[in-house]
């Protein structure tokens, strides 16, 4: 698998309307190689885009996740719960809007972000690449998997953590993947693995190093994320055709995700994520125990476990979106599998302050200096760099992240 090219401007128009292009109608993503195309080597992006062409890029991007907004709508029917949701979700997204005008604007024009990268064939088999600034030598390389329940997930979300680890001197792929009702939860682990395929095929024309991967997921891209890495355990060990290996990935980042999808039907029904809508995207309640990376751990042979890398899991304490306790009981049946897990719990933190809020308050940043510690943990160098970088700015003022915590809908 070779690096591809990025889209832009109206290209992007045609990743919204493939969406609803019959699949055997699509037309397949043109590649390049780095010898090809030499401006990929150090992480360039190629061609830089005009102003026209960003605006129309997120115009079209916009439109893309709007059109899926008002198809899932059509699913879960207009009901007083989710109308008090949305409204409490328009109004968290008022309060952080200075925030997101900031990152939006690192997002669409600087130089470092290298947009809507083509990984695979299906629609928004895309990602977005994060580049530090030094090129003296390889980057590590994060995969994150977003996060959105499964229905809102978008790769733009990771914008400020990959803007963050950037700034750290470490490379970010944050890859897209069908949600529902684009897609079911097969299809979300299925674009999620070709995703880190392609990272892993592919991150030194990127200027990663292919020997420091690591792979992320935030919420629902946690869980995501952990189905695709146990699921290719299990195939190597059973000696199934793969196209990356376990052994690629250092180290795995699980933040406020649900490992047993199994016990957390009725707590998502209760949050609003009813029953119907959840067992449609887990492709019904028999298929529960294989989305379920905790049960798939219990059931899978020692030779898989063995495969795992470290498994690193982080948890607010007072998140009542997913609790606390899935990351829990993970970490511990990892042990008794005979996995290596470690369990990071941010007390009083809830689903969106570890991400979002605390990022946006400027410091530094708990999240980002405990996955840092881990990736940096044996290049002396980098940990050096690491004390002289500068504290990242404020975007948003207290009163305004302390007021949208208390409405946010998650």
């Not at 699509?26 to 390049?32: L, M």
């Not at 064939?121 to 030094?134: G, H, M, S, T």
């Not at 998997?145 to 680890?165: C, D, E, M, P, S």
Request: proline share 4%.
């Amino acid at each position: 698998m070779q690096p591809v090219t990025t889209r832009s401007g109206g290209d992007a128009g045609a990743e919204a309307a493939e969406a609803v292009v019959p699949q055997g109608l699509r037309r397949r993503a043109g590649q390049v190689t780095p010898a090809a195309s030499p401006s990929f080597a150090r992480g360039d992006c190629g061609r830089r885009t005009t102003f026209r062409e960003d605006v129309e890029h997120a115009a079209a991007e916009t439109y893309l996740v709007t059109r899926l907004a008002f198809i899932l709508l059509r699913y879960l029917g207009v009901g007083y719960r989710w109308i008090s949701q949305l409204l409490a979700l328009i109004i968290y997204a008022i309060l952080l809007t200075p925030g997101f005008i900031k990152v939006g604007y690192y997002y669409f024009f600087s130089s470092q972000v290298c947009r809507s990268v083509v990984y695979g064939e299906q629609p928004r088999n895309r990602l977005d690449l994060y580049i530090p600034r030094d090129h003296s030598k390889s980057s590590p390389v994060v995969a994150f998997v977003t996060g959105g329940a499964w229905i809102i997930g978008y790769k733009a979300w990771g914008a400020l953590l990959g803007r963050r680890l950037a700034e750290r001197g470490i490379l970010v792929a944050c890859i897209d993947y069908r949600n529902f009702p684009q897609g079911t939860i097969s299809d979300m682990v299925a674009d999620a693995s070709q995703g880190i395929s392609f990272i892993c095929n592919n991150a030194a024309s990127y200027g990663g190093d292919p020997n420091q991967i690591y792979l992320m997921g935030q919420s629902a891209g946690a869980h995501i994320a952990a189905c695709a890495l146990l699921e290719q355990a299990v195939k190597e060990s059973r000696g199934e055709h793969i196209s990356w290996n376990v052994a690629q990935i250092k180290a795995y980042f699980g933040l406020s995700g649900g490992y047993n999808i199994k016990s957390l039907v009725n707590h998502f029904h209760e949050r609003g994520l009813y029953r119907s809508i959840f067992l449609s995207i887990m492709e019904g309640e028999e298929s529960l125990p294989r989305f379920s990376p905790e049960i798939v751990a219990k059931k899978s042979s020692a030779e898989a476990i063995a495969l795992l890398p470290e498994i690193v899991l982080l948890h607010g304490t007072a998140d009542y979106s997913i609790p606390s306790s899935a990351s829990e009981t993970f970490a511990e049946t990892l042990k008794e599998a005979g996995g290596k897990s470690k369990l990071q719990l941010y007390e009083g933190k809830t689903h969106t302050d570890v991400f979002l809020q605390d990022p946006l308050r400027g410091g530094r940043d708990q999240l980002i200096e405990d996955v840092v510690s881990v990736i940096h943990a044996d290049d002396a160098t980098a940990r050096e760099k690491d004390a002289l970088t500068p504290t990242p700015e404020r975007l948003v003022y207290e009163w305004q992240l302390k007021l949208a915590r208390q409405i946010s809908p998650f």
